[in-house]
């Protein structure tokens, strides 16, 4: 059975720009959410999906958003990037819908460079 | 509201040592709790959860937990550690019916010595 797959890796952007990162759950899994990784904060809750529809959201800025599609596909959007903004960008996906019952199964990441 | 709180932000040790990992939460409601592993340049991976049940949770790897409500704490061990156990720990917690929103502690960084 094929892991969550995160696309792009690895992503350098200038400030000022906007990005779409994308997120593939295991085949089976309709929860889908997004944590930021960076060192001074941590692992941070960004939002989570299920069903096409968000169910959470953290307490981030509206730049960061979100959706996911009817194949449970995920993509999260981040607006006029700013320096930072650089960190790992982490999904995880779970059969959902209560997913914090569940395991949640987590990508390899994808490391964003905002310069 | 909901926190998570690892004690040490690192912990060294020599290979088969005994090594416990501590994590305290605070949170209002009743909560699942987690043990990840954080390898370089890697996603996580789940090592042990507690829903229900008993308050021993045996996982991956040889490492075990126990939580304790009282204490509204989560410790990881492992009777003996080996140098490929070297890696980023992280505890997280999350509330009954908050679906998978994962609140996590700042990570213990793990270094095994030879």
Redesign the interface.
């Known amino acids: 059975k094929a892991g ?1 797959t995160q696309t792009p890796r690895y992503l350098i952007k200038t400030r000022g720009q906007q990005v779409t990162l994308s997120c593939s759950p295991i085949s089976g899994h309709r ?1 889908v ?1 997004w ?1 930021q990784q960076t060192p001074g904060q ?4 960004l939002f ?1 999906y ?1 069903s096409e529809t968000q ?2 959201k ?1 307490n981030f800025p509206g730049r960061f958003s979100g959706r996911q599609f009817s194949n449970s596909r995920s993509e999260m959007n981040v607006s006029t990037l700013e320096l930072g903004d650089s960190a790992l960008y ?1 999904c ?1 996906s ?1 059969l ?6 569940t ?7 994808t490391r964003l460079t905002v310069v | 509201a909901q926190s998570v709180t690892q004690l040490d932000s690192q912990v060294p040790v020599f290979e088969e040592a005994p090594v416990e990992l501590r994590c305290n939460y605070s949170s209002s409601v009743s909560v ?1 709790l ?1 043990w ?1 592993v954080q390898y370089p ?6 090592l042990l ?1 507690y ?1 229900s049940g008993s308050t021993l949770v045996k996982g991956i790897n040889g490492f075990e937990a126990e939580f304790n409500k009282s204490q509204t704490s989560f410790h990881l061990r492992k009777p003996s550690v080996h140098i490929s156990d070297t890696a980023e720990y ?1 505890c ?1 917690v ?14 213990t960084e793990l270094s095994v010595k030879p």
Not at chain 1, 42 to 45: A, T
Not at chain 1, 103 to 109: D, I, N
Not at chain 2, 41 to 46: D, E, I, S, V
């Open positions: 969550v929860s959410s944590y941590g692992l941070q809750f989570e299920f169910r959470n953290g982490l995880a779970s959902g819908p209560r997913a914090g019952s395991e949640a199964f987590f990508g390899q990441g | 699942y987690f990840y340049n890697q996603g996580l991976q789940l959860k829903l992280f997280a999350s509330e009954y019916n908050q679906g998978g929103k994962l609140i996590f502690g700042q990570g």
